[in-house]
């Protein structure tokens, strides 16, 4: 199972639920939910509307491993 958690934090960040996203790309909250753990594939459109939505490419929306900066202070 390959959960998406770059997508997964660009959604909270937007502070919307995974029904929000669902109904952006036209899937019901436990069909999405379903494919952002890896359980299902999104399909191209899908991943090129989320990648549009969230304001980021298409593969590093979708990479397998999240970049994650931890602050220094």
């Known amino acids: 199972m390959k959960k998406y958690y770059t997508l997964y934090i660009a ?3 937007a502070g919307e639920s995974t029904a929000d996203a669902g109904a952006l790309i036209g899937v019901k909250k436990s069909a999405y939910w379903a494919k952002e753990n890896g359980i299902n594939a999104f399909s191209l459109p899908e991943a090129f509307k989320l990648a549009k939505h969230y304001d980021m490419p298409v593969d590093e929306l979708f990479k397998e491993t ?8």
């Open 66 to 73: 999240p970049f994650i900066q931890k602050e220094v202070s």
């Open 11 to 13: 959604r909270n960040e």
